[in-house]
């Protein structure tokens, strides 16, 4: 399911279930090489995909996460840094589970005051029950307010893209566009 606004043609989140078979493997050394040259770069930008493609068990199913509907500007280096890693965790974590109880991830972008992808977020319900709220700072620099009421720290190396744990409350929900009914659906 994706949520988007036509007339503008923004992506607000889009939401899929996690498939018990969901993997995604990637030649370890060509991955490596990318990753390091694209971290050493602190401002430039590149197209992510909201929902991985690997999340999906059919071909035509993740033939079609490619649409531009799908996608977001990320900070290269957190799309390539704790992004993926966040991405990886959660099919560890959940992968199993996939297959007994419903895994919903809701993905999103939202925007600053200048209408840029300020932050990315995932949002993980398992059986029902929110399992975590992830944000990541999608610009270099400092922010001026409180994004979130903030988890304790995630662990997350913040050269590689800042990402933090929230609690998701209606001021975080409003932020990223979100109803309960998006939540329990």
């Given at each position: 399911?994706?949520?988007?606004d036509?007339?503008?043609?923004?992506?607000f989140?889009?939401k899929h279930?996690?498939?018990?078979?969901?993997s995604?493997?990637e030649s370890q050394?060509?991955?490596?090489?990318?990753k390091e040259r694209?971290?050493?770069s602190?401002t430039e930008?590149?197209v992510g995909f909201l929902?991985?493609?690997?999340?999906?068990?059919?071909k035509?199913?993740?033939?079609l996460?490619?649409?531009?509907e799908?996608t977001?500007?990320?900070?290269?280096?957190l799309h390539y840094?704790?992004?993926?890693k966040l991405?990886?965790?959660i099919?560890?974590q959940l992968?199993r589970k996939?297959?007994?109880?419903p895994?919903?991830?809701?993905?999103?972008?939202?925007?600053d005051?200048?209408k840029?992808?300020?932050?990315?977020?995932?949002?993980?319900?398992?059986d029902?029950?929110?399992?975590g709220t992830?944000?990541?700072v999608n610009?270099?620099?400092s922010e001026k307010?409180?994004?979130?009421?903030?988890?304790?720290?995630c662990g997350?190396?913040?050269?590689?893209?800042?990402?933090?744990?929230?609690?998701?409350?209606?001021?975080l929900?409003?932020?990223m566009?979100l109803e309960?009914?998006d939540l329990?659906?």
């Amino acid at each position: 399911m994706v949520c988007v606004d036509p007339s503008n043609n923004v992506t607000f989140w889009t939401k899929h279930y996690l498939s018990e078979t969901s993997s995604c493997e990637e030649s370890q050394d060509l991955v490596h090489m990318v990753k390091e040259r694209l971290l050493e770069s602190t401002t430039e930008f590149v197209v992510g995909f909201l929902t991985p493609s690997c999340d999906f068990e059919t071909k035509s199913e993740r033939e079609l996460t490619h649409f531009s509907e799908n996608t977001a500007l990320f900070l290269t280096k957190l799309h390539y840094g704790n992004w993926k890693k966040l991405e990886e965790k959660i099919r560890k974590q959940l992968g199993r589970k996939a297959g007994k109880v419903p895994v919903k991830i809701i993905t999103g972008a939202f925007g600053d005051s200048e209408k840029r992808t300020g932050h990315v977020f995932k949002v993980v319900v398992v059986d029902g029950k929110i399992f975590g709220t992830y944000v990541g700072v999608n610009f270099d620099g400092s922010e001026k307010k409180t994004l979130c009421e903030r988890k304790p720290d995630c662990g997350w190396s913040s050269k590689e893209g800042k990402i933090y744990c929230c609690t998701l409350n209606a001021r975080l929900m409003k932020r990223m566009g979100l109803e309960l009914a998006d939540l329990n659906n």
